[in-house]
C-alpha cells in the first residue's frame, strides 16, 4: 500500500534531514514509525501526505506517486498530523460533513458513521459546538473522526495519542485494528513505545535522518521490550 523507495529531503546548506528512506506498509499493516525528536518521522510523514516536497527518491501509495499523482494518493489516504488544525469557526458537525462533502461521502454513510465513531469518542453532544470552544482532546477527537469518515486505505498518524484520555486512546486503538482488519494500512509515528510494541506488527526506528532498524515487531525485538531495542540501536554510534 504505502512504498517509500530512496527517499531523501535536503534541506539549506545540503543537510539531509532524511537519508535514503526505504519502507513497505502492506495491506493491513499497523507500522509503528519511532526514533527521536528531530531523528526525521514528521519529515518523511509530511513527504508521504504531499505535505512536504523531496529532492531524491519515491513515494507510492497504491502503486501511484506522491509527487506525480497526488489526488489519486490522496482519495484513498487521511493523515491527522500532531497538532491539528481545524477551521475553528464551524461546529464539529459542520466541520465533519465539509470533510465528508470532500471525499464524496454519502449523506446516509456519513449519519451512521459519524454517529458510531462520535459516540465511541464520547464527543456527539459537543458536535453541536463550535471548535473554537473545544479542548486540545477534544479537537484531537474530531481530527480523528474526520480522517476515518472515508474508510482510507492508508491511515497516517503523526503522534496520535498525544492529549488524547485513556478511554479515547483505548478507542483510537480498537479503531485502528477493526481498520486493519478490513485491509486498511496504518503508518503513525509515536514515542509511546509500550503502545507501538503491543499495537504494530511492523516497526521501523529512524536516527539522524536514516532507518536503523526495521522489520517484524515479534523478529525485531526478541525476548527485549521495544524500549531496549531502541535504547541498543539509538545510543549505537553511527
Given at each position: 500500500m504505502?512504498?517509500i ?33 528531530g ?5 518523511t ?16 501509495i ?6 506525480d499523482?497526488?489526488m ?5 489516504m487521511?493523515y ?21 462533502d470532500?471525499?464524496?461521502?454519502s ?7 459519524i ?11 459537543a ?21 476515518l469518515i472515508?474508510?482510507?486505505?492508508l ?11 485513556p478511554?479515547?486512546t483505548f478507542?483510537?486503538?480498537k ?53 531496549e531495542?531502541?535504547?541498543e540501536?539509538?545510543n549505537?554510534?553511527?
Open positions: 504505502l512504498e523507495l530512496n527517499y531523501t529531503k535536503v534541506y539549506g546548506e545540503g543537510k539531509k534531514a532524511c537519508d535514503n528512506v526505504s519502507l513497505t506498509v502492506e495491506d493491513g499493516d499497523i507500522f509503528g514509525f519511532i526514533g527521536h525528536n531523528a526525521g518521522k514528521s519529515t510523514i509530511k513527504a508521504v501526505v504531499g505535505v512536504l516536497d523531496f529532492d531524491e527518491g519515491e513515494i507510492l497504491n502503486g501511484h506517486s506522491v509527487k499523482e497526488p489519486e494518493c490522496k482519495k484513498i487521511a491527522i498530523p500532531d497538532n491539528p488544525d481545524l477551521y475553528e469557526n464551524l461546529t464539529g458537525i459542520q466541520y465533519l460533513n465539509f470533510v465528508a470532500v471525499y464524496g461521502v449523506e446516509q454513510e456519513r449519519a451512521v458513521r454517529k458510531k465513531f462520535a459516540d465511541e469518542f464520547e464527543i456527539f453532544e458536535l453541536r459546538d463550535q471548535i473554537s470552544s473545544y479542548s486540545h482532546g477534544m479537537k484531537q477527537k474530531v481530527a480523528i473522526i474526520s480522517a472515508h474508510e482510507p486505505k491511515l497516517v498518524l503523526d503522534e496520535p495519542f498525544v492529549g488524547l484520555d478511554k479515547a478507542t483510537l486503538k479503531s485502528m485494528h477493526e481498520m486493519c482488519e478490513k485491509g486498511t494500512s496504518i503508518f503513525f509515528s509515536t514515542h509511546v513505545l509500550d503502545v507501538a510494541e503491543k499495537l504494530c506488527n511492523k516497526v521501523a526506528i529512524i536516527k539522524k535522518g536514516k532507518i536503523i532498524a526495521c522489520g517484524n515487531t515479534e523478529e525485531l525485538i526478541g525476548d527485549q521490550s521495544l524500549e531495542v531502541f535504547m540501536v539509538a549505537e554510534k553511527q
